[in-house]
């Protein structure tokens, strides 16, 4: 009756491996701390954002980096950051309150996203530059300066709705940014308003994985921006915004095999793979496969400052298929880029301890009831299936050898649907009560993003460790600055 495991390792860089080589450190933090607990790594985004950089270097581009607050509420990540030469994109008044008292400077801030008159106000007051997304935000952010007699504002044009030279459509629709085809009268208000704000480029922040329709809205800026100049306009920078993506999985073959035998599953040639047949928007329909993966693609061989890589490398159609790095260089334009999830790669993970194993039907799957609600440990809301890594509490366990268990991970929620994930997850031996769970790479919105006190049960809290010459080194990440870690930032 031995189960045939379907797994989905992580990849582990260096600093989350020795991390996980410390399972006496983390129990003893979730004994002190609480489970489930959040555990960020601030160094590892100073190394990613030299990944960036070393991409701009190799194009021999100029521009900022701004990494999107939203992926993750950490302080300690952010003022790692303020240690660096980075940028942050803030999208709330909250945050951008947050990066300057972190001690980011206007000059480093950019702030995109819905806003209210307050984050308007603040933005403008501290000469941040302004991400403006209709003519209607414009005139607000115009009359804002006016009635305040502000000093004039840098602003960037959100576009979307890019087309290509021929008729198809390549980006998909968003609830953000201009239509790019209206670009005229959205520059004809940027000119009745030239005493107030001050352009200094044009922006997209497209949802997607795919390259080309990134390349193509890439394209459709530097177009805008041509037209720009011929209106004696003098903007210098596009911003490609985020999107960069990161890989989850490390093993490729594993993710094919699963995929594989998802759809196997789904079609009922092999049993189930999720609670309650669960398909991930795969469906039956009479012996048809029907519908779409809805999953996050979980290894990705080109993710992250990778992905910019092969951005800056594509070729621009509409002007003679050169690539669009060159473009950029030859007009001396900055690229200014937003990544939230790929600068957070690998900078933490989420701890839960196992409260309950259990089997409901003799030779099916255990029930693994955890200290944690699928709101703390918000893969599953992103469509990222990956393995956790199990600690055990005893370093050494009796009895025969670790044989593979397929279990089913349940929050502590008295709620049917908390599911930490609907997915079948098989593990190289059976977890007993008091074991850790390590949710590996959850920085990037899986960790407060969707957090919740409902139940009054405790949001997680979280944490920063740091290496400190052999040994790991951790504070609450509200108490850490970069002059706390010995390691880090000087
Ligand atoms: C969310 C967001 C980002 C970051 O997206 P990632 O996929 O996390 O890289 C960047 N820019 C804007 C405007 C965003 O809303």
Same mark, same amino acid.
């Not at 806003?115 to 952010?141: M, Q, Y």
């Not at 502000?150 to 959100?158: A, E, F, K, M, V």
């Not at 990705?300 to 790095?325: K, Q």
């Given at each position: 009756?031995?189960?045939?495991?379907?797994?989905?390792?992580?990849?582990?860089?260096?600093?989350?491996?020795?991390?996980?080589?410390?399972?006496?450190?983390?129990?003893?933090?979730?004994?002190?701390?609480?489970?489930?607990?959040?555990?960020?790594?601030?160094?590892?985004?100073?190394?990613?954002?030299?990944?960036?950089?070393?991409?701009?270097?190799?194009?021999?581009?100029?521009?900022?980096?701004?990494?999107? /607050?939203?992926?993750?509420?950490?302080?300690? &990540? #952010? *003022?790692?950051?303020?240690?660096?030469? !980075? @940028? $942050?994109?803030?999208? %709330?008044?909250?945050?951008?309150?947050?990066?300057?008292?972190?001690?980011?400077?206007?000059?480093?801030?950019?702030?995109?996203?819905?806003?209210?008159?307050?984050?308007?106000?603040?933005?403008?007051?501290?000469?941040?530059?302004?991400?403006?997304?209709?003519?209607?935000?414009?005139?607000?952010?115009?009359?804002?300066?006016?009635? /305040?007699?502000?000093?004039?504002?840098?602003? &960037? #044009? *959100?576009?979307?709705?890019?087309?290509? !030279? @021929? $008729?198809?459509?390549? %980006?998909?629709?968003?609830?953000?940014?201009?239509?790019?085809?209206?670009?005229?009268?959205?520059?004809?208000?940027?000119?009745?308003?030239?005493?107030?704000?001050?352009?200094?480029?044009?922006?997209?922040?497209?949802?997607?994985?795919?390259?080309?329709?990134?390349?193509?809205?890439?394209?459709?800026?530097?177009?805008?921006?041509?037209?720009?100049?011929?209106?004696?306009?003098?903007?210098?920078?596009?911003?490609?915004?985020?999107?960069? @993506? $990161?890989?989850?999985?490390?093993?490729?073959?594993?993710?094919?095999?699963?995929?594989?035998?998802?759809?196997?599953?789904?079609?009922?040639?092999?049993?189930?793979?999720?609670?309650?047949?669960?398909?991930?928007?795969?469906?039956?329909?009479?012996?048809?496969?029907?519908?779409?993966?809805?999953?996050?693609?979980?290894?990705?061989?080109?993710?992250?400052?990778?992905?910019?890589?092969?951005?800056?490398?594509?070729?621009?159609?509409?002007?003679?298929?050169?690539?669009?790095?060159?473009?950029?260089?030859?007009?001396?334009?900055?690229?200014?880029?937003?990544?939230?999830?790929?600068?957070?790669?690998?900078?933490?993970?989420?701890?839960?301890?196992?409260?309950?194993?259990?089997?409901?039907?003799?030779?099916?799957?255990?029930?693994?009831?955890?200290?944690?609600?699928?709101?703390?440990?918000?893969?599953?809301?992103?469509?990222?299936?990956?393995?956790?890594?199990?600690?055990?509490?005893?370093?050494?366990?009796?009895?025969?050898?670790?044989?593979?268990?397929?279990?089913?991970?349940?929050?502590?929620?008295?709620?049917?649907?908390?599911?930490?994930?609907?997915?079948?997850?098989?593990?190289?031996?059976?977890?007993?009560?008091?074991?850790?769970?390590?949710?590996?790479?959850?920085?990037?919105?899986?960790?407060?993003?969707?957090?919740?006190?409902?139940?009054?049960?405790?949001?997680?809290?979280?944490?920063?460790?740091?290496?400190?010459?052999?040994?790991?080194?951790?504070?609450?990440?509200?108490?850490?600055?970069?002059?706390?870690?010995?390691?880090?930032?000087?």
């Amino acid at each position: 009756m031995g189960v045939q495991p379907l797994y989905l390792e992580p990849r582990l860089e260096e600093r989350l491996r020795s991390l996980l080589d410390s399972p006496g450190l983390l129990h003893t933090l979730i004994d002190a701390l609480g489970s489930p607990l959040h555990v960020v790594v601030p160094d590892q985004i100073a190394d990613n954002l030299q990944r960036f950089r070393s991409v701009y270097r190799s194009h021999r581009l100029s521009g900022q980096i701004f990494f999107a /607050h939203k992926a993750n509420r950490s302080s300690a &990540l #952010l *003022r790692r950051l303020a240690a660096t030469d !980075a @940028g $942050v994109d803030v999208a %709330s008044l909250g945050e951008l309150q947050h990066a300057l008292g972190a001690g980011l400077t206007p000059d480093r801030i950019t702030a995109t996203g819905p806003k209210n008159p307050e984050f308007l106000w603040l933005a403008a007051r501290t000469s941040v530059t302004v991400g403006i997304d209709s003519p209607g935000e414009l005139a607000h952010l115009a009359a804002v300066v006016r009635r /305040h007699a502000l000093p004039p504002c840098r602003i &960037l #044009l *959100r576009l979307s709705g890019f087309e290509t !030279a @021929g $008729v198809r459509i390549l %980006s998909r629709r968003s609830r953000f940014g201009s239509p790019a085809r209206e670009s005229a009268s959205l520059l004809d208000a940027v000119e009745r308003h030239r005493d107030v704000v001050d352009l200094v480029g044009v922006a997209f922040h497209l949802d997607t994985t795919s390259l080309d329709e990134k390349a193509a809205a890439l394209e459709g800026c530097l177009r805008v921006l041509e037209e720009c100049r011929s209106r004696g306009l003098r903007p210098s920078a596009v911003d490609v915004g985020g999107g960069f @993506g $990161v890989g989850y999985v490390a093993d490729g073959g594993q993710w094919e095999r699963y995929t594989t035998e998802l759809t196997a599953a789904v079609l009922g040639t092999r049993p189930p793979l999720a609670w309650g047949g669960h398909g991930y928007g795969l469906r039956n329909e009479g012996g048809t496969l029907r519908g779409s993966l809805g999953l996050y693609p979980a290894h990705r061989p080109v993710a992250g400052a990778r992905y910019l890589d092969e951005l800056l490398a594509s070729p621009a159609a509409s002007f003679g298929g050169r690539p669009l790095a060159a473009l950029l260089l030859e007009h001396l334009y900055d690229l200014h880029t937003e990544p939230g999830r790929a600068l957070v790669d690998q900078c933490g993970l989420t701890l839960a301890r196992v409260l309950e194993v259990r089997t409901q039907q003799a030779g099916g799957e255990l029930l693994v009831r955890l200290e944690a609600k699928a709101d703390d440990i918000a893969l599953e809301d992103h469509g990222v299936l990956v393995d956790p890594v199990v600690l055990p509490r005893e370093a050494t366990r009796p009895g025969p050898g670790p044989h593979p268990v397929a279990v089913h991970l349940f929050g502590s929620l008295c709620l049917e649907a908390d599911l930490i994930t609907r997915r079948t997850v098989f593990l190289p031996r059976r977890p007993e009560p008091g074991d850790l769970m390590a949710f590996t790479n959850t920085a990037g919105y899986c960790m407060d993003f969707h957090a919740t006190r409902a139940q009054h049960q405790p949001v997680g809290r979280k944490i920063a460790a740091w290496q400190d010459g052999g040994s790991w080194r951790w504070c609450l990440d509200d108490q850490y600055w970069p002059t706390t870690s010995v390691g880090g930032a000087q």
